[in-house]
C-alpha cells in the first residue's frame, strides 16, 4: 500500500511530461499545416505531379517543318557570297542539311524572360534545336508565332522586329508557294512587254524564289492586309521604268492577279491623262473602294522638274531644273502617304540628247562644269530633291518616304545597243546570299543620309539574280537586242514590295 501510494507522484510527473511533449508536438504540427502553402522552402522540398506541370509563363508551341521551302536547287554545284565590294563573288561550298522530324509538331517551351530578351535581337520565326527520340542527331525546327504573355502589343512587336531586320542580307530559296500571282492571268495590271509568261521563255523557275532575310522573317504578303493597313491612304511610286514595274508588280500582288473591276481609275484625281497628241499618260492612279486605299504611279525618270521651253512647238527642249523638284511631288504630296521614289538609268547623254533635255540650275542654262558631269548631275538632282522632300516631312507627319537604291543591270560582253546579252536561266548561279554591311547602292545611302527619308535598300539582293531579266525574249526588241534592265513580272520587283509591305 505504502509503496502504491509512493510511487503515485511518480507517475503522475511522467504523465504529465508525456501530456506536455504530446501537447508540443500538436502545436508544432499545427503551425507546419498551417504554414504548408506559403513556404516554398517546404513545397521544394517534398516531391509532387504538380512540379511536373508547366509554368503559367511557359506556353508550348506547335513546330511547323515548313517542308514547302527547300533551301537549295539541286542543278547548282555551288553557291556564292555578294561581300561588301560590289561584283565581288567569293565561292563557297554548299552544304545540305537533310533533316526531318520524328513527329509533325514538337512542343517547344520558351520561358518569359528568356523569349522577351531575345525577342529584339531574333526572328520572329525561332530556329530550336530538337533531338530526334533514339537519335544522338540534332534536328532544326521551325517554330512559328510564338506567343509571348506581356504587355507588348502584337503591332509593337512586329515594329521592333522591323527596326532590327536588316532586309538587305539574307538568301534566296524556293518556295513552293510562289509566285504570288499568274503571269497569264495579270492582265489588267501588268503590261504584256513584261509578261514573260506570255512570250517565248519555257523556264519559270525563277518564279520560285523567295527572299530570305539572314537574321529575321519578312512578313508575308497578302493583299487584304495590304490593304487594310493602307485604308483610307495613298502610296506613290515616282521615278522611271523599274518604278513602273514596281508600281505594276504591287497591283498584281493585291488582287493576286485577278481580274478587279471593282478597282477606281482616279488618274483624272492626279492630273494623270493622255495629254494632248500623246500615246500615254504621265502615270496611273488606282482606288480600291473597299478600304479607300489609293496606289499610283507617276513617270518622273530624273526627279527633277522638266519644262517645256515653247509650250506652242510640238518639237520643243525642255528644261531639266536640277535644283527642282518634279511639280507632281509638289502638287500633291500632302495627298500622299506613303512615297517610293527612285532614279538612276537615264542619267545618260544619249536620254538627255534623245529627250532633248537641258539642265538648268537656279532658272537658267548650267554653266558650271563640274555640275554638268553626268554622274555629278545625277548626285546634285537626287540630294537637291531629297533635301526637299525632307523639309517637307515636318509639315506632313502622317508621310512616310522611301528613296529606292539602283536596279542593277546584268549585261554581259556590251551594252544594250552593241550585242550585250544576259543568257543566263539557272537561278542563282552568281550567287544566293547578301552578306554585305554597307549598300551596294552607296550614292543612294549617300542622299538619306541625315534625312527622315528611309533607304528602300534591293540592289545586292537583285544583283544575284541575273537570270530574271526579259533577256532576248522581249516582244518589242529589235534583233539581237536583249533587255538585261527590266525584270520577268511575277519577279524580282515582287520581293521589293514585300519589303516595302514589311516597313510600312
Known amino acids: ?100 522530324s520524328s513527329s509533325d509538331f514538337e512542343e517547344v517551351t520558351i520561358q518569359k524572360k528568356e523569349a522577351a530578351a531575345k525577342h529584339k535581337h531574333s526572328p520572329k ?53 510562289r509566285p504570288l500571282y499568274s503571269g497569264h492571268g495579270c492582265k489588267q495590271w501588268l503590261a504584256p512587254m513584261w509578261a514573260c509568261r506570255m512570250m517565248q521563255r519555257q523556264d519559270f523557275a525563277f518564279e520560285k524564289l523567295r527572299w530570305q532575310p539572314k537574321d529575321c522573317e519578312m512578313e508575308e504578303f497578302e493583299g487584304s492586309k495590304f490593304l487594310k493597313r493602307m485604308k483610307d491612304k495613298t502610296l506613290a511610286f515616282v521615278g522611271d521604268s523599274l518604278g513602273r514595274q514596281q508600281f505594276q508588280s504591287l497591283m498584281c500582288m493585291i488582287t493576286a492577279g485577278k481580274n478587279s473591276p471593282d478597282v477606281l481609275d482616279v488618274g ?25 486605299t489609293t496606289v499610283l504611279y507617276y ?5 527633277c522638274d522638266l519644262e517645256p521651253l515653247n509650250i506652242l512647238n510640238p518639237q520643243t527642249e525642255y528644261a531639266m531644273h536640277l535644283d527642282r523638284p518634279p511639280a507632281f511631288l509638289r502638287d500633291f504630296l500632302d495627298r500622299i502617304d506613303v512615297l517610293v521614289l527612285n532614279s538612276g538609268h537615264h542619267w545618260n547623254r544619249g536620254k538627255l540628247k534623245a529627250n532633248k533635255w537641258i539642265m538648268y540650275v537656279g532658272g537658267e542654262p548650267n554653266t558650271n562644269r563640274r555640275i554638268a558631269d553626268m554622274g555629278s548631275a545625277k548626285n546634285f538632282t537626287i540630294h537637291s530633291t531629297l533635301k526637299w522632300l525632307n523639309s517637307q516631312l515636318p509639315k506632313n507627319p502622317h508621310l512616310k518616304a522611301f528613296y529606292r537604291s539602283i536596279s542593277p543591270r546584268h549585261f554581259v560582253n556590251g551594252d544594250w545597243n552593241s550585242g550585250g546579252s544576259c543568257n543566263n536561266t539557272i537561278p542563282m548561279s552568281i550567287g544566293k546570299e547578301v552578306l554585305q554591311e554597307e549598300s551596294t547602292d552607296q550614292s543612294a545611302a549617300n542622299a538619306v543620309r541625315g534625312t527622315r527619308i528611309a533607304l528602300l535598300d534591293i540592289t545586292a539582293l537583285s544583283q544575284v539574280r541575273d537570270e530574271g531579266h526579259i533577256s532576248r525574249f522581249s516582244l518589242t526588241a529589235s534583233p539581237g537586242v536583249q533587255d538585261c534592265l527590266h525584270w520577268c513580272l511575277p519577279g524580282v520587283p515582287d520581293t521589293w514590295n514585300e519589303i516595302l509591305f514589311a516597313l510600312i
Open 268 to 292: 483624272k484625281d492626279y492630273g494623270l491623262v493622255i495629254p494632248p497628241g500623246g500615246k500615254r499618260p504621265n502615270g496611273w492612279a488606282y482606288r480600291f473602294p473597299s478600304t479607300n
Open 125 to 177: 520565326r525561332e530556329e530550336t534545336n530538337v533531338i530526334e527520340s533514339g537519335s544522338d542527331s540534332k534536328l532544326i525546327a521551325e517554330t512559328n508565332n510564338v506567343i509571348l504573355r506581356g504587355n507588348t502589343s502584337e503591332q509593337e512587336e512586329k515594329s521592333m522586329e522591323h527596326q532590327a531586320c536588316d532586309y538587305r542580307k539574307g538568301k534566296w530559296v524556293i518556295d513552293d508557294r
Open 1 to 100: 500500500m505504502r509503496l502504491r501510494m509512493k510511487g503515485t507522484p511518480y507517475k503522475m510527473r511522467w504523465r504529465a511530461k508525456e501530456l506536455s511533449l504530446a501537447l508540443i508536438i500538436l502545436v508544432c504540427t499545427t503551425i507546419f499545416i498551417l504554414t504548408w502553402d506559403r513556404s516554398p522552402t517546404l513545397t521544394s522540398t517534398l516531391p509532387s505531379k504538380n512540379q511536373l506541370q508547366l509554368s503559367p509563363d511557359i506556353k508550348t508551341v506547335p513546330v511547323d517543318p515548313k517542308t514547302h521551302v527547300k533551301e537549295d536547287i539541286s542543278t547548282l554545284t555551288r553557291s556564292e557570297t555578294v561581300n561588301n565590294k560590289e561584283g565581288q563573288h567569293v565561292d563557297k561550298t554548299r552544304s545540305t542539311n537533310t533533316a526531318k
Open 299 to 303: 513617270w518622273s525618270s530624273t526627279l
